[in-house]
């Protein structure tokens, strides 16, 4: 991730004659600028380097994706490849489609990055419904979650361009809190164990790890989805402004995926839909450092199943349905009339009594 600007490289002739001190500043920069290039990028200390794996990577031109069986990545459904896009669906009702690596990957430390682009006809929110990248057990599966099989076992990082739930809630009017309400297009990722069903109607609130914002759809520059899995953290960031900046999405510790899943890329439209494009996705092996305590860590407990640690604390308040401000002021108001009348009941009750007791004494 480090980037060295090639024109501190460059210098001019006349710059080195200028006696020994500047020969020395010139030594001292070409030390540091090489101590810049030979360490690569740290994250949390940790040293890291990255490769591209062409075997796990999808660009252009696209070679023999969809024609030949002996390319690294296979299509499914409606998906289309042109020369210059993977076009999961195209702009119209009911389609899914994916694109699917045949090779199971391997890497413990990866990182993915998906260049795609969503887009349409339809006016904001009349369209739908998004899609998703994938590293899972499972592959070539068509669903309901996004174009994939439900209760898949592994990672979904789901681009949701269509909000079921608060258009559900909208047409009751009702609203979730300001804290709690989910503005869409929405990120969010889920990890499954085979067992765990996605809630489309929710758009997947009840096991979402995490998520974000991302107004995706239409857009004149390219949007990126960044996907990273280091010693067991699962990072997610987009960068969908063309400013070339990753913005923070989600960031996660004790997320377990084991190796030899596969990657996928799929999308779905229903009665409302939108191209939905990817352009590349680049698979970067991370070599990172690890101390032996925590190799021999990672040897001892080898992982079979997903999970992500502490579970319920990260749901803790992020499941919770937070009543809308009009509930509330009705649940205080009832609950004071409840208590008003209980008193008044009480009062009458008591001076009734009160009243009889000094009857008897007349
Ligand atoms: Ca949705």
Redesign the pocket.
């Known amino acids: 991730m480090a980037t060295v600007d090639s024109s501190n490289r460059s210098c001019d002739s006349s710059f080195l004659h200028r006696g020994n001190r500047m020969s020395f500043k010139l030594f001292v920069m070409f030390i540091l600028l090489l101590f810049t290039v030979e360490k690569g990028f740290s994250d949390d200390d940790h040293e890291m380097e990255e490769f591209l794996k062409r075997e796990y990577s999808l660009s252009k031109p696209y070679q023999g994706v969809g024609s030949s069986s002996s390319s690294h990545w296979e299509l499914m459904g409606d998906a289309m490849v042109t020369t210059d896009y993977i076009r999961l669906t195209p702009d119209s009702q009911s389609r899914q489609g994916a694109v699917w690596s045949r090779i199971p990957c391997n890497l413990k430390d990866w990182e993915m990055q998906v260049h795609f682009k969503i887009h349409g006809q339809g006016k904001k929110n009349l369209n739908g ?2 899609l998703a990248i994938w590293f899972t057990k499972e592959r070539m599966q068509k669903g309901p979650v996004f174009g994939n099989m439900d209760n898949f076992t592994g990672l979904g990082v789901f681009v ?1 361009t ?3 739930e608060e258009k559900h809630i909208e047409a009751q009017k009702k609203r979730y809190t300001p804290r709690t309400q989910r503005i869409f297009p929405f990120v969010l990722a889920m990890v499954g164990n085979g067992s765990i069903s996605y809630n ?1 109607e929710r ?1 997947g609130r009840p096991t979402e790890l995490g998520g974000c914002n991302a107004m995706v759809r239409n857009l004149k520059h390219d949007s990126f989805l960044f996907i990273r899995y280091i010693r067991r953290r699962l990072t997610v960031m987009i960068d969908i402004d063309g400013q070339h900046e990753w913005r923070d999405c989600l960031d996660i510790p004790g997320v377990r995926l084991p190796q030899g899943y596969y990657f996928g890329a799929t999308a779905i439209t229903g009665d409302l839909s939108d191209n939905h494009d990817i352009i590349s996705l680049k698979l970067y092996q991370l070599t990172v450092i690890r101390s032996r305590k925590e190799e021999e860590e990672e040897e001892e407990e080898e992982i079979t199943i997903p999970s992500v640690d502490n579970l319920d604390l990260l749901r803790l308040g992020q499941n919770e349905e937070g009543m809308s401000g009009i509930a509330i002021f009705f649940a205080v108001l009832f609950s004071l009339l409840g208590c008003i009348f209980l008193v008044v009941i009480g009062l009458v009750v008591y001076s009734h009594w009160n009243e009889s007791r000094r009857k008897r004494f007349y």
Request: glycine share 12%.
């Open positions: 419904d998004g949701d269509y909000p079921n489309h758009d």
